[in-house]
């Protein structure tokens, strides 16, 4: 077969050549431009406005070319940006109908390392348009071409949602700006976040001396406040230090609690909404797994799409940024870490699946407190099971299978007999190492402790003879 053609389905004796069409959207409008196999433009670099004149030109452009090319196959992307591409896309998918068309959504990292990789240094509309197209034909294993986007409406629900949680943390942040100087006693109280009563508590007591002047039995009447609590309150209030108890802060402290509480309600009945329209079955498979919530399952699976795009569950973590990555140089100490590579927001779903998996899922909570009792470190053990929850994740999808505990304990099981391989540095493969060579302290013992195991792997082998001994 010739390079860039593959043959017709409907007539035989018809070639059919592929072109790449790369969009770059920008605010308003859009830069295309179409390249053939070799990459190569064949249709130079054109601008069109984001509106229906616009979509129409491109709509005419396209059956142009594909008058002039009977048979063509265009297969064209465009990046995400935030939602700036939604309308191109939608174009695009809707002229599938009655074109030789394609299209795809690309992630913008993948196009930008591609184009690093090619050594642009020029940075234009026009050139990151040839870098989308360059992109399809560069790495067409990575490109998923889709007919519709069955998560468009969950998706555009969970980002109103994020908004509104969003706006909640920043008015958190000033309500406690604000009770450092009205009462910073209640701050001992919000070490772990604002807790509901809190915010209900002042509400009616915005400031330390209207507190101080409340009744015991009042403050009590605030759910979850115990008659213990309200008299160790009121006992706090009358020797608070508080420097901001006008009427200016008072009204600033009700009027952005009130803010707050309306903002949680309204996350909360949307989450409701969210999860009761949501129509995807792997949602419900993911529910399975204690410690997710409508909302983390509705989040993963948009993160995720679907599990086929994935390979393995190493290109899962990839893609959340879980993997480790070992960094040394010369005789410094080195380590793995968790590279956080990628969006951000996909970690963030996950970190808190693990939080509230610690504590509701004895799986994980098992894998913690081992981890944890051998020394390790809080937060790396919660990015351990943050990396053990995926792969159980893509175990589940990929099975089309509930969670099951034991499936994992066993694994682990068999993997803990499996006999483990002598090491063999690749980078050594021509020369051992030479006693005589004149490496520093600390290089010389690390080459000490790889003789001395290779030695004790021999001899549990059942060879006799003893490693050489360095000098």
């Known amino acids: ?27 308003g409008y859009a ?62 998918v809707k002229f599938q109908g009655t074109l030789n068309l394609k299209s795809a959504r690309l992630n913008p990292s993948g196009v930008n ?40 409406s969950l998706r555009k629900q969970w980002s109103f949602v994020r908004m509104l949680t969003k706006q909640c943390t920043q008015l958190l942040n000033q309500l406690e700006a604000l009770l450092y100087g009205a009462n910073p006693e209640l701050l001992v109280f919000c070490k772990d976040g604002t807790p509901g009563w809190i915010l209900k508590l002042l509400v009616r007591y915005p400031t330390a001396p209207k507190l101080a002047r409340a009744r015991v039995s009042s403050v009590a009447k605030v759910p ?25 802060t008072e009204q600033l ?26 129509a995807v079955d792997e949602v419900a498979l993911l529910k399975s797994f204690k410690g997710i919530s409508d909302f983390s399952a509705i989040g993963l699976m948009l993160e995720i799409q679907t599990v086929e795009r994935f390979s393995s569950a190493k290109k899962l973590a990839s893609f959340f940024g879980l993997h480790p990555v070992f960094k040394v140089s010369g005789d410094g100490a080195g380590g793995f870490r968790m590279s956080k590579k990628g969006r951000k927001q996909p970690r963030q779903i996950l970190y808190m699946v693990a939080m509230s998996a610690i504590t509701s899922n004895p799986l994980i909570r098992e894998i913690y407190e081992e981890h944890t009792q051998k020394g390790m470190a809080r937060m790396a053990a919660i990015g351990l099971c943050m990396h053990k929850i995926l792969r159980i994740l893509y175990g589940m999808l990929k099975h089309n299978s509930h969670f099951n505990p034991n499936i994992d304990r066993e694994n682990r099981k068999n993997q803990s007999h499996q006999p483990k391989k002598a090491g063999k540095d690749k980078a ?10 004149p490496v520093s302290g600390r290089q010389g013992r690390k080459r000490q402790e790889r003789k001395q195991s290779q030695s004790e792997d021999i001899a549990k082998d059942g060879i006799s003879a003893s490693a050489p001994t360095l000098v």
């Open 253 to 278: 402290v009700v009027a952005t609690v009130t803010q707050i509480l309306h903002l949680k309600n309204t996350i909360k009945a949307q989450t409701e909404i969210m999860a009761k329209e949501c």
């Open 224 to 248: 979850y406040i115990s008659d213990r609590r309200a008299r160790e309150l009121v006992a706090d209030a009358k020797r608070s230090v508080a420097s901001s108890t006008d009427q200016v």
């Open 428 to 437: 050594r493969r021509y020369q051992d190492f030479d006693p005589k060579a």
């Open 113 to 152: 390392a591609n184009s690093k990789a090619a050594l642009n240094r020029i940075v234009t509309d026009k050139i990151s348009a040839r870098n989308v197209a360059e992109y399809l034909i560069s790495h067409p294993e990575k490109v998923s071409f889709q007919h519709e986007d069955a998560l468009a």
């Open 31 to 92: 830069d295309f431009v179409i390249l053939d196999v070799s990459k190569k433009i064949v249709i130079p670099n054109f601008q069109l406005d984001d509106t229906f004149d616009g979509h129409c030109k491109l709509y005419q452009n396209l059956c142009d070319f594909f008058q002039e090319r009977p048979g063509a196959l265009i297969y064209a992307a465009v990046e995400s940006t935030g939602g700036y591409e939604n309308n191109w896309f939608s174009s695009l």
């Open 1 to 27: 077969m010739i390079p860039g053609f593959a043959s017709n389905p409907y007539r035989k004796d018809i070639l059919v050549q592929s072109y790449y069409l790369g969009v770059d959207v920008s605010k």
